[in-house]
């Protein structure tokens, strides 16, 4: 499986020639989905959905289809009918050939004051990569490569560091990272890298690695 990672919180994965893109919002490249033959959504917030960037995908490949939890299909299945899926916890499907299973429900806490919304994470052939969205959801399974949102208004290190050790992966690549500025990446790289317990990597955008 080939994984490429995008601006912030999206990534590719390829495998057998087609593509499986998760997460491309308004902090990722314009065309961060286009030539997905599907797309997963975490949720709602801009930064992990952007009907602009789905609707660049979808009108460049006819065949493609999105699967994403109710609060985001209810805003696009109009606009693209017959091509979203709506999954919730507990739900597993086959997605551009990738195998998926669905965990978690809601959003890491920002603030008491703010209402929580849905949100899902995606494990992704029976656990070769898991993509939490915005959350610390542990699935119920090992994960050899966990996307690691590093640095969020809902997070501090500590909490990154010990849901890596939860976890448990084999290796941990950053995502969710537009606002870490490059001047602290190496202040995150030491402490998830020396305390996390898992190999922790960092892709700059468009890069790939093969997982």
Known sequence: MKLTKMSHACVRLEKEGRTLVIDPGGLSEEDAA???DAILITHEHFDHFHE???RAAMEANAAAQIWTLRSVAEQISAAFPGRVHTVGHGDTFTAAGFDVQVHGELHAV???DIPRITNVGYLVDGGRLFHPGDAFTVPDQPVETLMLPVMAPWSKVA???DYVREVGPQRAYDVHDALLADLARPVYDTHIGNLGGAEHLRLAPGASDEI
């Open 52 to 54: 602009g960037r789905l």
């Open 159 to 161: 909490e990154v560091i």
């Open 34 to 36: 286009v030539g997905a």
């Open 110 to 112: 920002i603030h008491p």
